[in-house]
């Protein structure tokens, strides 16, 4: 997620902000078909991937490994998960990885010799994943799209703004992304770009709602430059604030039954100068948030909801 300026914000855009001071206890009853949660953590001394179920019970390591593994994106049907990953020999840059739910048969999609993989994303159909590449400038970030197998690379962006965070839409028409701090939409092929938040709204790590009619996201208004959790309908109408808690939350995901948003919570510890990051959920209309990180002193990221179970 980059952070920018926001210039103003107009009073008519009907912001709603819902939001609870209740927190759910952190093993709260919760739908087991919900799926697994996957999620990156430094809880073992170094970056692996895990999954945990959707109460953050029976977390599972994936990749135990000492190379830097993060960003995980499920797969519509569950079979796969893409990643990022540093490994040694691949290259000095991060490069975009699938393996099985079990962390087993690790593939390496990508080879690049300049700029690192970021937040990739699956296609609903499963044959393509999107992934941005940041070139190690504020203004130098363009997406991609690979085939599953590593196959066909495109570039869909190419222009000296920032562009990121792709999203898939659940009937794979259209990929949102992040440019310069704004939210927009696109055709999968680069064309048919409509800005989707309004003026003055500062927003990053879009996430579809399993209906396509709606999206998480996390950003900031003219009046708070504090990033909290919003929604939005896919038009770009009915902006929700779902989250004011005085702290920072990122990267939204949604359950595959639509009803709660998993994201991350961020707290500064101001007499040590030290951020706690724990996964959450909340409701998607608002409230009711839970607290899944069992362990506030490790550093919990990137959870993404894997899809249903039967």
């Known amino acids: 997620m980059r952070r920018s300026g926001v210039t103003s914000l107009i009073i008519t855009l009907g912001l709603i902000v819902a939001f609870s001071s209740h927190t759910d206890p952190a093993r709260a009853a919760s739908d087991p078909r919900n799926g697994r ?18 109460d953050g ?15 995980p994106a499920w797969s519509t049907d569950g079979e796969r998960i893409a990643f990022v990953s540093l490994h040694v020999g691949s290259s000095h840059f ?13 593939t390496r999609l990508t080879d690049l ?8 994303a699956w296609s609903p159909d499963g044959e393509r994943i999107a992934f941005y590449v940041s070139y190690g400038g504020a203004i130098d970030d363009e997406l ?11 570039r869909l962006t190419d222009n000296a703004r920032s562009d990121s965070d792709p999203a898939w839409s659940p009937d794979g028409t259209r990929l949102a992304f992040v440019r310069d701090g704004r939210l927009l ?10 800005h989707l938040t309004p003026k003055g709204v500062v927003g990053f790590d879009p996430s579809w709602s399993p209906d396509g009619r709606h999206l998480a996201f996390i950003g900031h208004t003219a009046s708070s430059s504090r990033y909290d959790l919003f929604t939005i309908s896919a038009d770009g109408t009915d902006l929700v604030q779902l989250a004011d808690t005085k702290r920072t939350e990122t990267n939204p995901s949604w359950s595959p039954d639509g009803r709660r948003i998993v994201y991350v919570l961020t707290r500064h510890h101001e007499e040590n100068d030290f951020d706690e990051d724990l996964i959450c959920t909340i409701r998607s209309a608002g409230g009711g948030r839970r607290v899944l990180s069992a362990d506030a002193t490790v550093s919990d990221g990137f959870p993404d909801w894997g ?3 039967p």
């Open 144 to 154: 991609f799209t690979v085939g599953a197998d590593g196959s066909e690379p495109v």
């Open 113 to 120: 010799g300049d700029g690192n993989v970021e937040e990739p």
């Open 307 to 309: 899809p249903r179970l």
């Open 185 to 194: 939409t696109m055709d999968p092929d680069g064309t048919d770009v409509r």
């Open 37 to 54: 949660i996957a999620f990156s953590s430094y809880r073992e001394g170094q970056v692996d991937i895990y999954t945990m179920g959707p």
């Open 94 to 106: 991060d490069q975009l990885y699938t393996m099985d739910p079990d962390g087993g048969d690790r």
């Open 57 to 71: 019970g029976g977390v599972r390591n994936l990749t135990n490994d000492t190379a830097p593994d993060f960003q």
